[in-house]
């Protein structure tokens, strides 16, 4: 959906359009969800926190008519309620963090090819938790959320080259982890030869 539709959508929910806040309330709430997730490491807080900013949104809606970027001013409210509820002392136990959550590899009919698949979506995410925090939570926002380097900036109080420093260094040390674990294998399958 582009952006000048979302804002016109926004406009409709701020004029008390239920129709409207429904269609954007899908449009934006799973990746709003990821984003609480990365924070919360609880699939039933992220909802929460998300339901909660949505909540907001819709009773406080005829005070939001200055809001000029909607996605930036949900992405804002979702981070800060996240943090709002690590503050409170909400967040008890964390379950392990995984960016590829949704499936990022097409389907294959084959199971070998399946397997493959797997070992190497696998490899990838192993890649991505080794990243330094900051730099994958850029990385992603970029591929998960699919926000631009500004609207990345903006949210994490970073400036653009730094988020463009974030995504170049994820990408190389992910490429280095992935080379570096088949060179590994290759060479122990030929010590088996």
């Not at 963090?97 to 990022?104: D, K, M, R």
């Not at 590899?105 to 925090?133: C, F, G, H, N, T």
Request: hydrophobic share 40%; aromatic share 12%; charged share 30%.
């Amino acid at each position: 959906m582009g952006e000048e539709r979302i804002i016109s959508l926004f406009r409709k929910v701020v004029e008390g359009d239920e129709t409207a806040f429904r269609v954007f309330f899908e449009t934006y709430s799973r990746r709003l969800f990821h984003l609480a997730y990365y924070y919360l490491n609880s699939r039933e807080l992220a909802e929460e926190a998300v339901l909660d900013v949505f909540t907001v949104v819709w009773q406080k809606r005829e005070t939001l008519a200055h809001v000029k970027e909607p996605g930036h001013y949900l992405y804002v409210a979702v981070k800060n309620q996240a943090l709002h509820y690590i503050r409170r002392g909400y967040v008890q136990e964390k379950e392990p963090y995984s960016l590829y959550e949704i499936e990022l590899i097409p389907d294959s009919d084959s199971p070998e090819r399946k397997l493959l698949d797997e070992e190497y979506r696998v490899l990838v995410q192993q890649a991505v938790d080794s990243l330094p925090p900051k730099c994958k939570e850029v990385f992603r926002l970029v591929l998960s959320d699919k926000l631009k380097n500004r609207e990345i900036a903006d949210l994490l109080g970073i400036s653009e080259k730094t988020v463009n420093i974030h995504i170049a260094k994820a990408y190389r040390r992910i490429g280095q982890y992935v080379n570096r674990q088949y060179k590994q294998v290759k060479n122990f399958v030929q010590l088996l030869f």
